[in-house]
Antibody, heavy 116, light 113 residues
Framework: QVQLVQSGAEVKKPGASVKVSCKAS????????IQWVRQATGQGPEWMGW????????DYEQKFKGRLTMTRDTSISTAYMELSGLRSEDTAVYYC?????????WGQGTLVTVSS | DIVMTQSPDSLAVSLGEGATINCKSS????????????LAWYQQKAGQPPRLLIS???TREPGVPDRFSGSGSGTDFTLTISSLQAEDVAVYYC?????????FGPGTKVDIK
């Protein structure tokens, strides 16, 4: 069965970077885009961007450009999302999801807390 | 960028009654390559990731009860729950995936009356 398993919760200081991993199993990793979505407490989901694991091509939401990097390691079917220059408003649960359009499979989420 | 709006913000429905959620996109989400509207509906329960219910406006995902149905075209879309069950209490989001950024609507909270 398709599974996306994310790395554990992180606590970071303002200005630091965070790198969240998303390990895929149950399907051919390079056949589907990985999208990243974040959700602050009590807010709706916010789409961050997507990556094609086959080509490594990416497309980031404009507000994150310059701070967001999506990468992958195809040898271990794992996608990564790195966000730099963290600020308090980046505190949220970060999800990876599989899908070239609609997102049919989601990771369990990774809580990133930014606090001094 | 395409902006998504939803109405109402919340609604409370008696068990067994129907619920209707509306979603509007700021521009057409019609995919000209397959003539389908790139509109999805997600259900999110507390503490869980969103769950894809419907894609391409009206195509239910495997395992989604048939009391959930989607309709619409162009810029106006609807999610209907025909007979609300207790397990349907959740927040529902629409999302367009025609273009990036792939915006979500603000959500509609569904409760039991």
């Amino acid at each position: 069965q398709v599974q996306l398993v994310q790395s554990g919760a992180e606590v970071k200081k303002p200005g630091a970077s965070v790198k969240v991993s998303c390990k895929a199993s149950g399907y051919t990793f390079t056949n589907y885009n990985i999208q990243w979505v974040r959700q602050a407490t009590g807010q709706g989901p916010e789409w961050m961007g997507w990556m094609n694991p086959n080509s490594a091509n990416t497309d980031y939401e404009q507000k994150f450009k310059g701070r967001l990097t999506m990468t992958r390691d195809t040898s271990i079917s794992t996608a990564y999302m790195e966000l730099s220059g963290l600020r308090s408003e980046d505190t949220a649960v970060y999800y990876c999801a599989r899908g070239n359009g609609a997102m049919g499979y989601w990771g369990q989420g990774t809580l990133v807390t930014v606090s001094s | 960028d395409i902006v998504m709006t939803q109405s109402p913000d919340s609604l409370a429905v008696s068990l067994g009654e129907g619920a209707t959620i509306n979603c509007k996109s700021s521009q057409s989400v019609l995919n000209s390559s397959n003539n389908k509207n790139s509109l999805a509906w997600y259900q999110q329960k507390a503490g869980q990731p969103p769950r894809l219910l419907i894609s391409w406006t009206s195509t239910r995902e495997p395992g989604v009860p048939d009391r959930f149905s989607g309709s619409g075209s162009g810029t106006d879309f609807t999610l209907t729950i025909s007979s609300l069950q207790a397990e349907d209490v959740a927040v529902y989001y629409c999302q367009q995936y025609l273009s990036t950024p792939r915006a979500f609507g603000p959500g509609t909270k569904v409760d039991i009356k």
